[in-house]
T-cell receptor, first 117, second 115 residues
């Protein structure tokens, strides 16, 4: 069965510093996709970044980058130059085949990031 | 620039009451989803619809029914609400594709409390 694990329930980071949020996954499907979402205190889910299992390079989107280590089955989110507005819950999710699931997402339990001024 | 619209945003029900959560998307997506979010649990899939006219169970379907009314709309119904269904409900949509790199786009959520 497919599974996403986020081992850090909460993290603190100083403003302007970089922070890494961990995500490990388990799947037997050779083709899969990994997504990161941000959920601020207002509650909406905001898509941040995507990494495909066959992508040769680590994904980057502005201050977000993904440290993708396929052999270790990890897809850690790196946020550079943290800002106060980065304080939020962050969810890692995986899309795989998992039978007839049509590419449904499986979510981790999330990491709460707090940025200190 | 609506994206995915959910109604209502908040609702309080008594145990045993029924209600329907509405969801509509204007992105011409084939696939739509309903999730629930509970503290410490992340998001769990209730039902999904890969295309108009089809629906399938997700991880936690018990106590819910869904209807894919047309390509735009996907509703979630609680026939007899129970306190265990107190949660935040999210609707999402995405482009079709088993291995698609397209993300799911989420509505703002419905906070549902059942007393």
């Amino acid at each position: 069965a497919q599974k996403i694990t986020q081992t850090q329930p909460g993290m603190f980071v100083q403003e302007k510093e970089a922070v890494t949020l961990d995500c490990t996954y388990d799947t037997s499907d050779p083709s899969y996709g990994l997504f990161w979402y941000k959920q601020p205190s207002s509650g909406e889910m905001i898509f941040l970044i995507y990494q495909g299992s066959y992508d040769q390079q680590n994904a980057t989107e502005g201050r977000y980058s993904l440290n993708f280590q396929k052999a270790r089955k990890s897809a850690n989110l790196v946020i550079s130059a943290s800002q106060l507005g980065d304080s939020a819950m962050y969810f890692c999710a995986m899309r795989g085949s998992d039978g007839g699931s049509q590419g449904n997402l499986i979510f981790g339990k999330g990491t709460k990031l707090s940025v200190k001024p | 620039n609506a994206g995915v619209t959910q109604t209502p945003k908040f609702q309080v029900l008594k145990t045993g009451q029924s209600m329907t959560l509405q969801c509509a998307q204007d992105m011409n997506h084939n696939s739509m989803y309903w999730y629930r979010q509970d503290p410490g649990m992340g998001l769990r899939l209730i039902y999904y619809s890969a295309s108009e006219g089809t629906t399938d169970k997700g991880e936690v379907p018990n106590g819910y029914n869904v209807s894919r009314l047309n390509k735009r709309e996907f509703s979630l119904r609680l026939e007899s609400a129970a306190p265990s269904q107190t949660s935040v409900y999210f609707c999402a949509s995405s482009a079709t594709g088993r291995y698609s790199n397209q993300p799911q786009h989420f509505g703002d959520g419905t906070r549902l409390s059942i007393l």
